[in-house]
């Protein structure tokens, strides 16, 4: 069985609808699939269906942009009721701020001599609810002004770089708690990429789990060998569920393909025993 609880679609910032999603999973071999696109539900309601029709399991969830001793962290939650009204409330606030960062971020890249229009944005956005920093990129490569997304956020939208604006996101631990009251499990993304490393350790981790942390993502892409090995261990000590996924995005992240990366059946059906 090969299942992959990390993935996106137009609806945030991967390249394929929801249903072309799960048709691309079957293409994969993919007997499981979660839909997680960035701080927003849109999308279940189509790839649910796509899923049924295709007879694969859809896990419903979404990858929410949170903050942890001031560094930035991404958070998996699986199947909360997306009409629960505190949880339905904090994701709107994070939307807002990814809403609130566009024009200030085009004004940044305009003074650098790189206009780019809202509208620019919206025609390579399509109807994601949830604009962001690549939809910036891929309107500056349709432009010219670089090659593909790598580029732009290596010159311009990571941090530290120009173009960069920094965003509201919401409280790690207060997701959790939110998450779990709306009925959902929740597993930390890709723990030790990027700038979230710096922050989460083994006690870290000990902490976010008495807070109702479920689980850990361990096999991604961007952990190297000796990284999973530590992350594993810590999983291990602390009764973590250990996940493994691609973190697909279609066209828009190339080498993060469907399925090069799982979870376990046995780990599967330990998330699974959270839900409802």
């Known amino acids: 069985m090969l299942i992959d609880l990390h993935t996106h679609s137009t609806r945030s910032d991967g390249t394929d609808s929801p249903s072309e999603l799960v048709a691309n999973a079957v293409r994969a071999g993919l007997d499981v699939l979660a839909i997680t696109d960035h701080d927003c539900t849109t999308g279940w309601a189509e790839a649910q269906d796509a899923a049924a029709a295709a007879d694969v399991v859809l896990v ?31 994701l709107e606030r994070v939307l807002e701020g990814r809403r609130a960062r566009l024009p200030l971020t085009l004004a940044r890249l305009a003074e650098l001599g790189y206009p780019v229009t809202a509208e620019q944005v919206r025609e390579v956005s ?78 870290a981790f000990a902490a976010l789990r008495a807070a109702g942390l479920a689980g850990i993502e361990v096999d991604h892409n961007d952990h190297a060998p000796e990284r999973r090995a530590r992350l594993r261990d810590i999983a291990a000590e ?7 996924a691609s973190d697909y995005h279609g066209t828009g992240k190339t080498g993060f393909d469907l399925g090069c990366n799982t979870t376990t059946p046995a780990e599967y059906d330990r998330l699974r025993a959270l839900l409802p």
């Open 60 to 90: 419903r969830g979404l990858e929410i942009s949170c903050r942890y001793a001031g560094a930035g962290v991404h958070l998996l939650a699986y199947e909360p009721d997306p009409a629960d009204p505190r949880l339905q409330a904090e």
């Open 126 to 203: 399509g109807d994601t609810e949830a604009t962001g920093r690549p939809h910036v990129a891929d309107a500056m490569t349709r432009l010219g002004y670089v090659a593909d997304r790598d580029e732009a956020f290596a010159r311009f939208l990571m941090p530290g770089r120009p173009a960069y604006v920094d965003r509201y996101a919401a409280d790690l631990v207060a997701m959790i708690g939110l998450v779990a009251a709306a009925g959902g499990a929740t597993v930390v993304a890709h723990p030790w990429s990027r700038g979230s490393h710096r922050v989460l350790d083994r006690a």
């Open 238 to 244: 602390l009764d973590l569920v250990v996940t493994g």
